[in-house]
């Protein structure tokens, strides 16, 4: 469970770079890519929010 977070935030940063470098190289129309990054933020605030979040003992 200690990774799950992580790995949310990053499979939503690939879905932001992805959609992105696909389409600069003509390969997904402009509709698709826009869908896949709109999912990808959602994944990105989804896994980073609690991720980094977290305090330490120190803070608290």
């Avoid at 935030?9 to 879905?15: K, N, Q, V």
């Avoid at 992805?18 to 990054?37: E, T």
């Avoid at 933020?41 to 803070?59: D, N």
């Amino acid at each position: 469970m200690k990774y799950i977070y992580p790995i949310i935030g990053a499979a939503g940063l690939l879905l932001l770079l992805i959609p992105a470098i696909m389409r600069f190289a003509g390969s997904m129309d402009p509709v698709q890519m826009k869908n896949l990054m709109f999912i990808g933020t959602l994944l990105w605030f989804a896994g980073a929010i609690p991720w980094l979040g977290k305090r330490t003992p120190e803070e608290s």
